[in-house]
């Protein structure tokens, strides 16, 4: 055999095992950075509740159908503006207390107006009924359209206050870092990230499977952050 054919047979086998590897790597980083997302999405909670007069009242977390938490949501523009941001959702029975494991979304919208600046938010949305949670499992929901959105009461003094008369079907709360001017919730687009569920689970999975069906089995990360949020409706 000649040094050109050996040369040329270790680089074909050089090129299958990096052909074999790099989904193993992709995936494995995927992985890794929806695990990431997921212990954010813990920090925000955990930041949020621990504020006496700031935080989101139990009794609505109680009563609630579901969560969004997306940490680090990107707000920034001149005139014209937008916003975007990855995190996750929760369904929340609120009978047994128990949460599921997250499914991965993205939240985007543009905006348009006298604004300026830039600014980094952690954003929570309350879904206060089943009607909301299923709405997530279109392949677009738009807040505002889809659903109402109305900034939610906060603090251990608005517990008396959360009650039948509440009416919106999604509360927001935030915690920002920065200067904006001109921002608004409304029209902002919620899309399931698929990408993320397969690297987070090891397999596709829709959010109907992994929010409805019981299909996703909980990487310690998810357990964790169940965990916590019954702690928190209790």
């Not at 494995?28 to 997302?37: D, I, L, V």
């Not at 523009?77 to 499914?103: C, D, E, Q």
């Not at 952690?122 to 738009?142: P, R």
Request: hydrophobic fraction near 40%; charged fraction near 20%.
């Amino acid at each position: 055999m000649g040094r050109n054919t050996l040369r040329n047979g270790v680089l074909f086998l050089g090129l299958i095992c990096v052909a074999g590897w790099m989904p193993v790597a992709v995936a494995g980083a995927m992985k890794a950075t929806a695990t990431e997302k997921v212990e954010d999405a813990g920090e925000v909670m955990r930041t949020i509740m621990n504020s006496p007069d700031k935080s989101i009242p139990r009794d609505l977390l109680h009563q609630s159908a579901g969560v969004a938490i997306f940490p680090g949501v990107i707000k920034g523009g001149f005139f014209i503006g937008g916003k975007y941001g990855k995190g996750l959702v929760m369904r929340h029975n609120p009978k047994t207390g128990r949460w599921s494991p997250p499914a991965f979304y993205s939240i985007a919208a543009a905006s348009y107006g006298l604004q300026f600046g830039g600014q980094s938010t952690d954003l929570v949305l309350v879904i206060m009924n089943n009607q909301g949670m299923k709405g997530l499992i279109k392949s677009e929901f738009t807040l505002g359209a889809d659903a109402s959105v109305a900034a939610g009461p906060v603090g251990r003094k608005a517990q008396a206050s959360v009650d039948v008369e509440l009416k919106s079907a999604i509360y927001s709360y935030s915690r920002s870092r920065g200067a904006f001017i001109g921002i608004s919730l409304e029209g902002s687009k919620l899309n399931s990230l698929v990408e993320y569920n397969e690297g987070y689970y090891g397999k596709a999975l829709t959010p109907r499977q992994i929010l409805f069906k019981g299909k996703a089995r909980a990487p310690k990360s998810a357990l964790t952050l169940m965990a916590n949020m019954r702690r928190y409706t209790k």
